[in-house]
């Protein structure tokens, strides 16, 4: 604190954290962020000569990712081993240093006290636990954009090819990585060392690490050794293994000193030695001493003949000890896998108990040493790794076990996985409870034995408990969902379903009749995901779709609160207005409506606008709306009368973004002009335009404190603009694609930018740099929005997806998945005996029209079908995408065959020739290609078309080819020549679709809708 007041140097990540809990400030507000910007790292490829070492990183360059590290204030009776490790990192250069002993013996106190201490020495820190087996995959992604300092965003999908990528910044950059808790990736009840069935690739990381020559060192804790550090380990070795004993009878001692205890030396000597000195063992029994011998050691020596060998042992005995109340916290604990506050425990419980009881019992559990506390004002509980260990297997041991019996208690009072957890805790969930369990009843009776059990739970639940809201009908259907079973014919009705997650999850012929749904995660008929918002209050959550829907759910939990229906077509843009009270929404059908936030009912309807509205904006104070249009203009809106105040003219094509400046006096617009314009909200006038961006501009945000205004754009780029003189500051780029969104943290240095290229990127507006890159969506990424208090971020995407991410960690907290039914494109194989179709969740069916089954079902989310086209001859189809490309399918097998690349825009037209040779595609790209149909290159690009062209067809003969497009034209090709043999004008709007036949006079004929 004293240097910190001088001047001197800001406190350690652990102190400032320490300070923020305990004033209840951020870390910018006590003036603790120091500025720090990395050399960009250069892409890997042949082995670069070693680096130099060096015993100090310049404290500027010094980045730090403590993942899950502990904040550790006392450690005792470690001297020896600090300065040994301290030895071995800093003077030796290890590279693998692996901290090895029992569980609760202290390995990653030791770990997080070295760490802090020598973390100048390095340039990053990162620090990862695996206490919920992460897979390396995750890790190494993590890992390796942290290192990079967020430049490498595409991985090879080999694993040995990641590892690569991650030892050349490991030897060119000197680097402190940190695997806590490693025993959990390797397989219980086997020769030590063994990893569990998926990760075994781990094996690899640390044979490779300790391998190559490099300046970098990963420290890993583990109860058991694994093999790859047992063989490259040695005195003189780069890898080398420490293995931590107990604590001697006086850090015994001094670490107890505050629990009341009293004895002579030899009777602390004893103690000590009966539990071996493992710390968490000496805490945990000293809450026994105090309250059952009143501290007396002599006298619970002398009662306790059992000597613990293991920590399970002593476990057992205290599990047994408590009370119900105790034990069903503790198992609620284990199942949350994260610090949980009491209001987070009261809700799990099926049968309440009193604020008192709960109280009670969390007192007696902390004075037991058993559980820990954690964040502001310690009100969050959690366990500490051993014992979330001995309570997560002693949990689904049960499970399993009542699984046959008459009263399955834990089926019904515990959630084996919480459908409305965080994403990643609720993959932990599945992965550490459920799949357990489900595993031990396949070895027992089956997958056909378990549907039938679970058949008759469900009878006799029916029967005897109905609308008792506990978990045993969640936890069936999460099974069943885990198990991949067919769920046609089960019978739900009448029951409650409590923490069921069924999205993506099919349920025809699912009996749901007067089921009641608690906290249940369900697929969405939501379609892609144009707009997001969040409410001045952070409160509520509104999305918009491409249906004309707007969903609104209630944050944090996602759980749906209530749909607006009104627009007849796809809603681009949302805001709330500044009391949170109104939400505004634009549409594609030419209309800005205003909605009641609480009821969704719709208040007003403002049509003024002549083509699609793209943007709308709340001034600051609420009493004017901004709405910005494909007609070129951007209305000003009186909210309380609906009138329009004022058009401003300026732009020279479709308007695409507004908003306006914290104190309401500019209005930004960006425009597929390629310009930003500011207005004076007051006159109207035109104050400035700002020229740069080099394609169109989706999305411009003005920063709340700063005289600062973000665009981003198609030519991948976000540019920073000074708007006291309309200079560009600066031009972030990463992005691969174009930039749909931009939004600014709340008071803070950060910007967000999404983009097609399916990322989320946090950026420094001063130093430029990449700060973190949010991955998760599976396509193009269309808007993202900030809480009010900067906490999370939410996303919305083609995927049909909305995602909340936590800003800090980058860590995706959940997703709202939705999809819809549309049917892009079907088409009948030559025969008509099957039907293939194409849809908008990137599903292509094959379907016998006879019987109506689907006969198999193709998905390639990359792809993203829009049209669907059999061949003349066999049983091979076409389909044409959204990523450009043009695929051959084998309908027996399902096998993609070829892939044909050339379109630079989505494909949303393909057919055969009648003799099937030739296949004719036609793109967003304004272009229709021909192909050879037994290779993979493109014969003839036909050009003329202004815009999209949506439909194409063969003439009978296979010598025309006919293709409509959005320009208004149908045109007719010579399919030899390429030419254009003729322009058919009449249509006033797009060509959607063409057919072509001949007449008694063999004739062709052209029809076009």
């Given at each position: 604190?004293?240097?910190?007041?001088?001047?001197?140097?800001?406190?350690?990540?652990?102190?400032?954290?320490?300070?923020?809990?305990?004033?209840?400030?951020?870390?910018?507000?006590?003036?603790?962020?120091?500025?720090?910007?990395?050399?960009?790292?250069?892409?890997?490829?042949?082995?670069?000569?070693?680096?130099?070492?060096?015993?100090?990183?310049?404290?500027?360059?010094?980045?730090?990712?403590?993942?899950?590290?502990?904040?550790?204030?006392?450690?005792?009776?470690?001297?020896?081993?600090?300065?040994?490790?301290?030895?071995?990192?800093?003077?030796?250069?290890?590279?693998?240093?692996?901290?090895?002993?029992?569980?609760?013996?202290?390995?990653?106190?030791?770990?997080?006290f070295v760490a802090a201490r020598m973390k100048h020495v390095f340039e990053f820190v990162f620090w990862r636990s695996l206490q919920n087996a992460l897979p390396l995959?995750?890790?190494?992604?993590?890992?390796?954009?942290?290192?990079?300092?967020?430049?490498?965003?595409?991985?090879?999908?080999?694993?040995?090819?990641?590892?690569?990528?991650?030892?050349?910044?490991?030897?060119?950059?000197?680097?402190?990585?940190?695997?806590?808790?490693?025993?959990?990736?390797?397989?219980?009840?086997?020769?030590?060392?063994?990893?569990?069935?998926?990760?075994?690739?781990?094996?690899?990381?640390?044979?490779?690490?300790?391998?190559?020559?490099?300046?970098?060192?990963?420290?890993?804790?583990?109860?058991?050794?694994?093999?790859?550090?047992?063989?490259?380990?040695?005195?003189?070795?780069?890898?080398?293994?420490?293995?931590?004993?107990?604590?001697?009878?006086?850090?015994?001692?001094?670490?107890?000193?505050?629990?009341?205890?009293?004895?002579?030396?030899?009777?602390?000597?004893?103690?000590?030695?009966?539990?071996?000195?493992?710390?968490?063992?000496?805490?945990?029994?000293?809450?026994?001493?105090?309250?059952?011998?009143?501290?007396?050691?002599?006298?619970?020596?002398?009662?306790?003949?059992?000597?613990?060998?293991?920590?399970?042992?002593?476990?057992?005995?205290?599990?047994?000890?408590?009370?119900?109340?105790?034990?069903?916290?503790?198992?609620?604990?284990?199942?949350?896998?994260?610090?949980?506050?009491?209001?987070?425990?009261?809700?799990?419980?099926?049968?309440?108990?009193?604020?008192?009881?709960?109280?009670?019992?969390?007192?007696?559990?902390?004075?037991?040493?058993?559980?820990?506390?954690?964040?502001?004002?310690?009100?969050?509980?959690?366990?500490?790794?051993?014992?979330?260990?001995?309570?997560?297997?002693?949990?689904?041991?049960?499970?399993?076990?009542?699984?046959?019996?008459?009263?399955?208690?834990?089926?019904?009072?515990?959630?084996?996985?919480?459908?409305?957890?965080?994403?990643?805790?609720?993959?932990?969930?599945?992965?550490?409870?459920?799949?357990?369990?489900?595993?031990?009843?396949?070895?027992?009776?089956?997958?056909?034995?378990?549907?039938?059990?679970?058949?008759?739970?469900?009878?006799?639940?029916?029967?005897?408990?109905?609308?008792?809201?506990?978990?045993?009908?969640?936890?069936?259907?999460?099974?069943?969902?885990?198990?991949?079973?067919?769920?046609?014919?089960?019978?739900?009705?009448?029951?409650?379903?409590?923490?069921?997650?069924?999205?993506?999850?099919?349920?025809?012929?699912?009996?749901?009749?007067?089921?009641?749904?608690?906290?249940?995660?369900?697929?969405?008929?939501?379609?892609?995901?144009?707009?997001?918002?969040?409410?001045?209050?952070?409160?509520?959550?509104?999305?918009?779709?491409?249906?004309?829907?707007?969903?609104?759910?209630?944050?944090?939990?996602?759980?749906?609160?209530?749909?607006?229906?009104?627009?007849?077509?796809?809603?681009?843009?949302?805001?709330?207005?500044?009391?949170?009270?109104?939400?505004?929404?634009?549409?594609?059908?030419?209309?800005?409506?205003?909605?009641?936030?609480?009821?969704?009912?719709?208040?007003?309807?403002?049509?003024?606008?002549?083509?699609?509205?793209?943007?709308?904006?709340?001034?600051?104070?609420?009493?004017?709306?901004?709405?910005?249009?494909?007609?070129?203009?951007?209305?000003?809106?009186?909210?309380?009368?609906?009138?329009?105040?004022?058009?401003?003219?300026?732009?020279?094509?479709?308007?695409?973004?507004?908003?306006?400046?914290?104190?309401?006096?500019?209005?930004?617009?960006?425009?597929?002009?390629?310009?930003?314009?500011?207005?004076?909200?007051?006159?109207?006038?035109?104050?400035?335009?700002?020229?740069?961006?080099?394609?169109?501009?989706?999305?411009?945000?003005?920063?709340?404190?700063?005289?600062?205004?973000?665009?981003?754009?198609?030519?991948?780029?976000?540019?920073?603009?000074?708007?006291?003189?309309?200079?560009?500051?600066?031009?972030?780029?990463?992005?691969?694609?174009?930039?749909?969104?931009?939004?600014?943290?709340?008071?803070?240095?950060?910007?967000?930018?999404?983009?097609?290229?399916?990322?989320?990127?946090?950026?420094?507006?001063?130093?430029?740099?990449?700060?973190?890159?949010?991955?998760?969506?599976?396509?193009?990424?269309?808007?993202?929005?900030?809480?009010?208090?900067?906490?999370?971020?939410?996303?919305?995407?083609?995927?049909?997806?909305?995602?909340?991410?936590?800003?800090?960690?980058?860590?995706?907290?959940?997703?709202?998945?939705?999809?819809?039914?549309?049917?892009?494109?079907?088409?009948?194989?030559?025969?008509?005996?099957?039907?293939?179709?194409?849809?908008?969740?990137?599903?292509?069916?094959?379907?016998?029209?006879?019987?109506?089954?689907?006969?198999?079902?193709?998905?390639?989310?990359?792809?993203?079908?829009?049209?669907?086209?059999?061949?003349?001859?066999?049983?091979?189809f076409a389909s044409g995408g959204q990523d450009q490309t043009i695929r051959l399918w084998d309908g027996n097998t399902g096998r993609s065959?070829?892939?044909?690349?050339?379109?630079?825009?989505?494909?949303?037209?393909?057919?055969?020739?009648?003799?099937?040779?030739?296949?004719?595609?036609?793109?967003?790209?304004?272009?229709?290609?021909?192909?050879?149909?037994?290779?993979?290159?493109?014969?003839?690009?036909?050009?003329?078309?202004?815009?999209?062209?949506?439909?194409?067809?063969?003439?009978?003969?296979?010598?025309?080819?006919?293709?409509?497009?959005?320009?208004?034209?149908?045109?007719?090709?010579?399919?030899?020549?390429?030419?254009?043999?003729?322009?058919?004008?009449?249509?006033?709007?797009?060509?959607?679709?063409?057919?072509?036949?001949?007449?008694?006079?063999?004739?062709?004929?052209?029809?076009?809708?």
């Amino acid at each position: 604190m004293g240097r910190w007041e001088n001047g001197d140097r800001v406190p350690r990540p652990y102190h400032r954290q320490a300070l923020c809990e305990l004033f209840g400030k951020n870390a910018e507000e006590f003036g603790l962020m120091q500025a720090s910007s990395l050399p960009v790292t250069p892409e890997i490829a042949q082995p670069d000569p070693p680096i130099p070492l060096s015993n100090q990183a310049s404290s500027e360059l010094l980045q730090e990712d403590w993942g899950e590290a502990p904040y550790i204030v006392n450690l005792y009776g470690r001297d020896g081993e600090c300065v040994e490790l301290e030895q071995w990192i800093g003077d030796q250069h290890c590279q693998m240093v692996a901290i090895l002993g029992m569980g609760g013996v202290g390995k990653t106190a030791l770990v997080a006290f070295v760490a802090a201490r020598m973390k100048h020495v390095f340039e990053f820190v990162f620090w990862r636990s695996l206490q919920n087996a992460l897979p390396l995959e995750h890790f190494l992604k993590q890992c390796i954009q942290f290192v990079s300092d967020q430049q490498r965003l595409e991985l090879p999908k080999e694993v040995d090819a990641q590892i690569s990528i991650l030892i050349h910044y490991l030897r060119n950059h000197r680097c402190l990585l940190v695997l806590d808790n490693f025993e959990s990736v390797l397989q219980a009840g086997q020769r030590a060392g063994q990893y569990r069935e998926g990760y075994a690739a781990y094996g690899k990381l640390l044979q490779r690490v300790g391998e190559a020559q490099q300046q970098s060192c990963l420290l890993l804790t583990s109860r058991e050794k694994p093999k790859e550090v047992a063989h490259l380990e040695g005195k003189k070795s780069p890898v080398r293994s420490l293995h931590l004993s107990g604590l001697q009878r006086e850090a015994g001692q001094h670490m107890l000193q505050d629990k009341g205890l009293f004895g002579s030396e030899e009777q602390w000597l004893a103690l000590v030695e009966r539990y071996s000195g493992n710390p968490l063992a000496l805490q945990v029994v000293s809450e026994p001493i105090q309250e059952v011998f009143e501290g007396n050691i002599a006298q619970f020596l002398q009662e306790q003949a059992i000597a613990f060998g293991d920590i399970n042992d002593l476990l057992d005995q205290q599990f047994h000890r408590l009370s119900e109340q105790e034990r069903e916290i503790m198992y609620w604990l284990a199942i949350e896998r994260e610090a949980t506050s009491l209001e987070g425990l009261r809700e799990n419980l099926v049968y309440p108990m009193s604020i008192g009881t709960q109280l009670e019992a969390l007192a007696s559990l902390r004075r037991r040493s058993l559980i820990e506390t954690r964040g502001t004002a310690q009100f969050q509980f959690t366990l500490q790794p051993a014992i979330m260990e001995y309570v997560t297997t002693s949990l689904f041991q049960r499970a399993s076990r009542e699984f046959d019996t008459e009263s399955p208690e834990v089926w019904v009072n515990f959630a084996l996985s919480k459908a409305q957890a965080k994403d990643y805790v609720r993959e932990s969930q599945v992965r550490l409870l459920l799949a357990p369990v489900a595993q031990r009843l396949l070895a027992r009776l089956g997958k056909e034995g378990i549907e039938q059990k679970l058949r008759d739970m469900l009878t006799k639940q029916r029967r005897v408990h109905a609308q008792l809201p506990g978990y045993l009908v969640g936890n069936i259907l999460n099974l069943l969902t885990y198990l991949h079973c067919d769920l046609r014919g089960f019978d739900f009705s009448h029951l409650v379903v409590r923490q069921a997650y069924l999205q993506d999850v099919m349920l025809p012929e699912v009996n749901f009749a007067y089921t009641r749904f608690i906290a249940s995660i369900f697929t969405n008929t939501s379609g892609s995901v144009l707009a997001v918002t969040c409410s001045p209050q952070g409160n509520l959550l509104a999305a918009g779709t491409t249906t004309g829907e707007i969903w609104m759910y209630d944050t944090p939990g996602g759980i749906p609160r209530l749909t607006c229906h009104g627009h007849t077509d796809g809603v681009w843009s949302l805001a709330f207005s500044p009391d949170g009270s109104l939400l505004a929404s634009s549409s594609d059908d030419h209309t800005v409506r205003l909605w009641d936030s609480h009821s969704g009912h719709c208040l007003r309807i403002l049509q003024d606008h002549t083509n699609r509205v793209r943007a709308i904006a709340f001034s600051p104070d609420g009493r004017t709306l901004a709405s910005g249009s494909d007609d070129q203009t951007i209305r000003l809106w009186d909210v309380s009368t609906g009138n329009c105040l004022t058009t401003l003219h300026g732009h020279s094509s479709r308007v695409w973004s507004v908003s306006f400046s914290p104190d309401g006096n500019l209005l930004a617009s960006g425009s597929t002009d390629q310009t930003v314009r500011l207005w004076d909200t007051r006159t109207g006038s035109c104050l400035a335009t700002l020229r740069g961006h080099t394609s169109w501009i989706r999305s411009v945000a003005f920063h709340l404190n700063e005289n600062i205004l973000a665009s981003g754009s198609d030519d991948q780029t976000i540019r920073l603009w000074d708007i006291s003189t309309g200079n560009c500051l600066t031009t972030l780029h990463g992005h691969t694609s174009r930039v749909w969104s931009v939004a600014f943290r709340p008071a803070s240095d950060i910007v967000g930018s999404s983009s097609e290229d399916q990322t989320i990127r946090l950026w420094n507006i001063h130093t430029g740099r990449c700060l973190l890159i949010l991955q998760g969506h599976t396509r193009g990424v269309r808007s993202i929005a900030f809480t009010p208090d900067g906490a999370m971020l939410a996303s919305g995407g083609d995927d049909q997806a909305i995602r909340s991410w936590d800003v800090t960690t980058g860590h995706c907290l959940q997703t709202l998945q939705g999809y819809t039914n549309r049917v892009w494109s079907i088409a009948f194989r030559s025969d008509g005996s099957t039907l293939a179709s194409g849809s908008e969740n990137s599903i292509i069916r094959l379907w016998d029209v006879k019987t109506g089954q689907c006969l198999k079902t193709l998905q390639d989310r990359s792809h993203g079908v829009l049209v669907v086209a059999w061949s003349p001859h066999g049983f091979t189809f076409a389909s044409g995408g959204q990523d450009q490309t043009i695929r051959l399918w084998d309908g027996n097998t399902g096998r993609s065959l070829k892939i044909l690349h050339g379109h630079t825009n989505w494909v949303r037209a393909v057919t055969f020739s009648p003799n099937g040779d030739t296949l004719a595609s036609g793109s967003e790209d304004q272009t229709v290609r021909l192909w050879d149909s037994n290779a993979t290159s493109c014969r003839c690009i036909l050009q003329g078309h202004t815009s999209w062209v949506r439909s194409v067809a063969f003439s009978p003969d296979g010598t025309m080819l006919a293709s409509g497009a959005d320009d208004q034209m149908v045109r007719l090709w010579d399919t030899k020549g390429g030419c254009c043999l003729n322009i058919l004008q009449g249509h006033t709007n797009r060509v959607r679709s063409i057919a072509v036949s001949y007449t008694h006079l063999k004739l062709p004929t052209i029809y076009s809708v």
